[in-house]
Antibody, heavy 125, light 109 residues
Framework: QVQLMQSGAEVKMPGASVKVSCKAS????????MHWVRQAPGQGLEWMGWINPNSGGTNYAQKFQGRVTMTRDTSITTSFMELNSLRSDDTAVYYC??????????????????WGQGTLVTVSS | EIVLTQSPDTLSMSPGERATLSCRAS??????LAWYQQKPGQAPRLLIYDASKRATGIPARFSGSGSGTDFTLTISSLEPEDFAVYYCQQRTDWPYGFTFGPGTKVDIK
C-alpha cells in the first residue's frame, strides 16, 4: 500500500535551517506530484508548494518563495523540504502529501491523498 | 489570490443529525474544490474532490456539491467518528497553486 514516512521531530534555533524528508513506498515515485503543507499549533492548514519528482520542477507558495526548497532523490524515493531563516512562527507540523492522481492520468497537480504522518519542527532559542 | 471562507466556525451537533458545512471562494474556482477531514493528532484525510466526487473508501453519508464560488459539504447522519475539523481547498490554474479555508469544527452538542 502507499506509504509516506516522514523524518522525526526537530528543534531549531531562530535563523537556522531545517530539512524534512518524506520516504515514499508502494507506488511509482516519479509518477505523482508531492505536496508540502504545514500546520501551526492550533491553526489551520497552509500549502507550501509541490514538486514533480520526475522532472524536479517545483511551484512554491508566494509566502515561502526564497526561503523554501523542495528536492527529491529518486534513487531512494524520498522527497525533501528545506526551510531557511527559521523564525518562531515557523513552529508547526510539516506534512508531505502525495497527489491523488498520477501525472499520466491527470497531468497536473490535483488533490492530496494520502498524507505523511507529519513532522513537528519547533523553532526556539 | 483566491481566498476561501468557511462557515460556521463551529457546528455543534448530535449523532444522527444532518450537518451542512459551507465554503465560499472569493472568485470562481469552477469545480476545483476539495474537502478534508482532520481529527486531533492525525493528518488530514481527503473526503471529496472535484467538488462532488467521494475519495476512495469514504462513506456515502459524505457528499459535496456546488461550483463557481459556493460549495457545501453535507454529512447526512453524523456518526461518532465524524466529529472533527473540516477544511475546504481550492486549486488555481497554472502554475497550480492551492489554498485552504480556515476550517469548520464539528463538535458534539
Amino acid at each position: 500500500q502507499v506509504q509516506l514516512m516522514q523524518s522525526g521531530a526537530e528543534v531549531k534555533m531562530p535563523g537556522a535551517s531545517v530539512k524534512v524528508s518524506c520516504k515514499a513506498s508502494g507506488y511509482i515515485f516519479t509518477g505523482y506530484h508531492m505536496h508540502w503543507v504545514r500546520q501551526a499549533p492550533g491553526q489551520g492548514l497552509e500549502w507550501m508548494g509541490w514538486i514533480n519528482p520526475n522532472s524536479g520542477g517545483t511551484n512554491y507558495a508566494q509566502k515561502f518563495q526564497g526561503r523554501v526548497t523542495m528536492t527529491r532523490d529518486t534513487s531512494i524515493t524520498t522527497s525533501f523540504m528545506e526551510l531557511n531563516s527559521l523564525r518562531s512562527d515557523d513552529t508547526a507540523v510539516y506534512y508531505c502529501a502525495r497527489d491523488r492522481n498520477s501525472m499520466a492520468s491527470a497531468g497536473v497537480p490535483n488533490w492530496f491523498d494520502p498524507w505523511g504522518q507529519g513532522t513537528l519542527v519547533t523553532v526556539s532559542s | 489570490e483566491i481566498v476561501l471562507t468557511q462557515s460556521p466556525d463551529t457546528l455543534s451537533m448530535s449523532p444522527g443529525e444532518r450537518a451542512t458545512l459551507s465554503c465560499r471562494a472569493s472568485q470562481s474556482v469552477s469545480s476545483y474544490l476539495a474537502w478534508y477531514q482532520q481529527k486531533p493528532g492525525q493528518a488530514p484525510r481527503l473526503l471529496i474532490y472535484d467538488a462532488s466526487k467521494r475519495a476512495t473508501g469514504i462513506p456515502a453519508r459524505f457528499s459535496g456539491s456546488g461550483s463557481g464560488t459556493d460549495f457545501t459539504l453535507t454529512i447526512s447522519s453524523l456518526e461518532p467518528e465524524d466529529f472533527a475539523v473540516y477544511y475546504c481547498q481550492q486549486r488555481t490554474d497554472w502554475p497550480y497553486g492551492f489554498t485552504f479555508g480556515p476550517g469548520t469544527k464539528v463538535d458534539i452538542k
